[in-house]
């Protein structure tokens, strides 16, 4: 794979440095000596990719490093985990100096971030994501967080991480799967900030589905020009950032409705942006050749276009209900006025119902 740039993603008066590195060589904090001490939050699968040396803390000038192991799944993303982290970086004595190191997905990148923002009132952290999706977003912005029950990423905060380093070597050897809900992700930036670059995409995506170095390399490098973008004109939610949601509203309700089994984060997120773009034309917003379009592309990349069978309009009304976007009886969710124009806008809850009623069953 060719070597990947280096991309500035701006937030708030901070700029944190996003590296797309060739390969799959150690992350770049486990290569140094670090002053402080070291936290690795990690996973079952992503913690095998890493040379770590002793399991035990090491108490040399170095600095103590810890390991901390999480299973997979959004099922660690909880209160739980968040407490076993902290406790182990007290039992450890770490300071406000020490670093926490994200290796892993979307999960362990919002836990083991919500651990950096909360220790002694706030610790650095860098993401080394090994996930497409949490390389093209997640990772990226600096919103980190928790479930609650039914309640997704209800506890958190919005917390930049020092810089991010992925390998893409690392990356590219993904399960097909966990790939294409990672594709979900840059095809929403695509659907709601650009249309230049959803047309690329919908033109590249045989290349980007089979992993061609190149067309990965400008996918992801415009992903994080397109994060910057947002996030350096608003970093806490407040109004442009918030067009990331596109399809992330559903999306979430669906996870929830499915009790976090059976569909991946981005599998959800492309239900939702296909619901988001009908719901559009419904209104008037955006044109019925779009919308098709917007279908096809995400259909082309074996993304799921048509609603599960085991979440009925009960189970979706008592997820959409809670939902952090919430107003009264309304809830926050993004439309399309055109391909690479979003708006973020409330609607009655009652009509994301009726989005989802008129939606096509699909066999999970």
Known sequence: MQSMQT????????????????????PVCLQRRPGAGLVMVTDVNAGAMVTWGRRRGDYSASGRRLR???GTGESYKGFLYLRLILRAMLR????????????GGGVVGDVAGLAAACYMRGVSIVQHPTTL??????????????????????????HPPR?????????????WRQWRAGLAEAAKMGACLDRDFYCWLAVHSHDVARRAAPAVASMVSRCAELKSYVTARDDVEAGAR???????????????GMRYKHWLHGEAVSLGIVLMAYSSHRL???????????VRMLSSLRLPVRRPLGVDAARLADALSADKKNRGESVCVVLLRGIGDGVALEVPRDAMLCAWSGAVHRHT
Not at 163 to 175: C, D, F, K, S, W
């Open 163 to 175: 810089y991010m380093e992925a390998q893409m070597g690392r990356v590219a050897a993904l399960p």
């Open 92 to 103: 450890a004595g770490l300071g406000r100096d020490a670093v926490v190191l994200s290796l």
């Open 7 to 26: 991309v500035p993603v701006r937030s708030g008066t901070s700029t944190v440095w996003v590296a797309y590195q060739a390969g799959s060589s150690q």
């Open 133 to 158: 999706l949490a390389c093209v977003d997640s990772a990226m912005g600096g919103k980190v967080g928790i479930n609650t029950g039914a309640f997704k990423n209800a506890v958190g905060c919005i």
């Open 284 to 294: 008037g917003l955006l044109p019925k050749a779009d919308a098709a379009q917007l």
């Open 242 to 256: 918030a067009c990331l949601n596109l399809g992330h509203t559903i999306g979430h309700a669906v996870e929830s």
């Open 68 to 70: 901390v192991v999480l």
